[in-house]
């Protein structure tokens, strides 16, 4: 099946109705999600958001807060967001010196920038690559782009949206130039689309041994006909 059949309104929809509606961010503050982003390694969901509001609560989630915050404050917080917390509250206030030094503390009017220099703006944190800028462009309601995780890349390219290509970056940029149509500039369906993309990558289209029988989205995925065949 090539992309040219698929329709990823109805794939989110199918997801939709699958998961339920999409539960929002716990942010959507650029610099809270720069955070959000670097305050956990390798854990789920709710480790990192638990991580997050330790922050908030003993140190502060402002570029000025975390600078003036005691590293221990800080390792309060890191230290529920897996292993190497230590070098997690370095980044945290390289992070925030970033924010203060090149933006003055404020992210917001870079957002406002043209795609290409608001995107490039959010590359300077640590941590942050043109999928996660996507994200936060996004989430923020800045611009209109679906920025995909692992997970939701994942998904697409097995349902038969764009190729794996040479590396990430590539493969990354075929699968938004193959779902390009199909796009529009409605804030609360991208979101959704972007949340649910990655809840299935997590839950069903894992990584091995992908749950393709529990797949409410099966019958339009190239990697599930393959497999029949
Ligand atoms: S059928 Fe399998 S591979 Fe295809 S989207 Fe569903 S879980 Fe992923």
Known sequence: MSA????????????A???GKPQPSITTDPFELILLENIAYLVNDER????FKMLRKHAGTKPHQILAASPDDILR????????????????????????????GELKPALKLPLAKAKQALRKFPGIGEPSAEKILLFTRSYPVLGLDSNGLRVLLRLGFGEEKKNYTATYRAVQEAIRD???EDYDWLIGAHIL???????????????????????SCAYFQKQKA
């Open 48 to 51: 990192r958001e638990a991580a």
């Open 4 to 15: 040219a059949h698929l329709s990823l309104r109805k794939i989110i929809a199918q997801l």
């Open 77 to 104: 917080a890191t230290k529920l967001g897996g292993m190497h917390p230590e070098q997690r509250v370095s980044r945290l206030k390289e992070i925030a010196l970033i924010a203060m030094n090149e933006f003055g």
């Open 197 to 219: 993309l990655r809840r299935h990558g997590k839950e069903l289209c894992k990584t091995n041994r992908p749950l393709c029988e529990q797949c409410p989205v099966r019958k």
């Open 17 to 19: 109705a699958h998961y």
């Open 182 to 184: 199909d796009l529009n």
